[in-house]
């Protein structure tokens, strides 16, 4: 069945960095638009990062480009979100997401609190 097994979420120190991962299986990944969103406690989700293609065109959420770096791995169907210099206001729930026109996956998420 398809899975979608968030790691590398933690608590950090603001400036500090962290490495998400995302582990894909039962479906064909490298077909898929792969996304990393965040939920902070009392809003709605919110696209962080994007991309299609590895070593394509990827999309940011204003609030992260520079910080952020979102890559994927189709022969080993994953996906990372490299994060830098975090912030107390990146903290969240991070998930990661498929998409294939209307199919549409999402992970459990990890947690990633920034805090001193």
């Known amino acids: 069945q398809v899975q979608l097994v968030e790691s590398g979420g933690g608590l950090v120190q603001p400036g500090g960095s962290l490495r998400l991962s995302c582990a894909a299986s039962?479906?064909?990944?490298?077909?898929?638009?792969m996304r990393w969103y965040r939920q902070a406690p009392g809003k709605e989700r919110r696209l962080v990062a994007g991309?299609?293609?590895?070593?394509?065109?990827?999309d940011y959420a204003d609030s992260v480009k520079g910080r952020f770096t979102i890559s994927r791995d189709n022969a080993e169907n994953m996906l990372y979100l490299q994060m830098n210099n975090l912030k107390p206001e990146d903290t969240a729930v991070y998930y990661c997401?498929?998409?294939?026109?209307?199919?549409?996956?999402w992970g459990q998420g990890t947690q990633v609190t920034v805090s001193s």
């Open positions: 991309m299609l293609l590895p070593g394509g065109r990827r």
């Open positions: 039962g479906f064909t990944f490298s077909r898929f638009t």
């Open positions: 997401n498929a998409n294939y026109g209307s199919l549409n996956y």
